[in-house]
Structures are given as structure tokens and as C-alpha cells.
């Protein structure tokens, strides 16, 4: 069972720029949700992909947005980007339509805005 | 909206203690609540989920357990090792989709 994972593992950009992280998700999971971690704080909620639509957004603005393909992989891409948007970026997959909606995380994409 | 809280924010203790990490959340109508583990600049290790209905789950050495009534859980990690120094954070849904984080707990078991 493959777990899942994200690239790049680091990236650096100038303010301004666009950038697009990617995610595998676990072997036999429909469902991608995407956080963003500030240093020294718990990861934020951005949204939510199932089955290739957006599930839910959390309270993040229109410039970040996603896709999640047929193969269930998705894509977070971030345009116009701030110095603020510099975080850890964390893809967790999950087996939507369950109760038992437990989230496995990747090992997260280091993004710095100079 | 739903806030968690987790205390201590940084916990320091010898190997081989018992300890206890809190955690606490405002709006009780949850599907479920997750323990994770962070060690430092890397990704989140699932270490145990809870679902509404459930009281406690175990695995190992963890073993967490939850109030929903009064908004709280618990992990306990029992005879401590260096290994298990990491961040621990808990997380709650209670949308069917979002996960609410709590800024985590700290955790240093020296030798």
C-alpha cells in the first residue's frame, strides 16, 4: 500500500509569482484535503476535493485553488503569492462517504516567498 | 466555529514517566477527533481517531480518550521514550470535511 505523497519537497518563490503543488494520495482514497502550517501553529484547513469536486472550503482567498484528477491525485495552485503564504503545505487523503474519515497526511511541501 | 486548545504548550520529562497531553474543544457536536504526531519540519503521523460514539481507543503504548460532553480528550503515552519526542497535536471534524488543529503540545523525554 503506497502512502502518499507530495512535490516538491521544497520550493522558493518571489512575491508575485504563481506556484502549483501536487499529491498522491493513498491507495484506494477518493478524497484530498489540503492545510497550510504556519510556523509554531497547527495546520489551517483550504479545501477539500471528492471525487474531482471541491467538498468544502475553509477561509482562505480565491487566489488559492485546487483540482483533483480521475486518478485522485490533486493540485494546489497558488497565484499572486504573498510573503505570508510562506508555510508547510500538507495533502491529506481520506476514504470519503465513511464515518470512520480518517486522514493520512503526506510529508508536506516546504514553500518560502521571498 | 470551533476552537481547540491544547495544554501544555511544551512538556519536558524524564524517560520512563507516564504523562498526559490535554486536549479541548468548543462545540461538542463532532464526527470524530484525531492525535497526530509532528516531528520537526516534516509531515503528520495518524496516531489514534476517535469516533463520536467511542470512548477511548488504545494502540500500544497511547491511549486516548474522549468527553464529548465536556469537550475534552486525552492522550496518554505511558513509560515515555527519547522517540516519542515530538509535537503532538489534536484535531476534531465536525463538518464532514475540515479538520480543526490545535496548535499542538511540545513534547522532550530525555534520557
Known sequence: ?114 | KQEVTQIPAALSVPEGENLVLNCSFTDSAIYNLQWFRQDPGKGLTSLLLIQSSQREQTSGRLNASLDKSSGRSTLYIAASQPGDSATYLCAVENSGYALNFGKGTSLLVTP
Open chain 1, 1 to 114: 500500500e503506497t502512502g502518499v505523497t507530495q512535490s516538491p519537497t521544497h520550493l522558493i518563490k518571489t512575491r508575485g509569482q504563481q506556484v502549483t503543488l501536487r499529491c498522491s494520495s493513498q491507495s484506494g482514497h477518493n478524497t484530498v484535503s489540503w492545510y497550510q502550517q504556519a510556523l509554531g501553529q497547527g495546520p489551517q484547513f483550504i479545501f477539500q476535493y471528492y471525487r474531482e469536486e471541491e467538498n468544502g472550503r475553509g477561509n482562505f482567498p480565491p487566489r488559492f485553488s485546487g483540482l483533483q484528477f480521475p486518478n485522485y491525485s490533486s493540485e494546489l495552485n497558488v497565484n499572486a503569492l504573498e510573503l505570508d503564504d510562506s508555510a508547510l503545505y500538507l495533502c491529506a487523503s481520506s476514504f470519503g462517504g465513511s464515518e470512520y474519515n480518517e486522514q493520512f497526511f503526506g510529508p508536506g511541501t516546504r514553500l518560502t516567498v521571498l
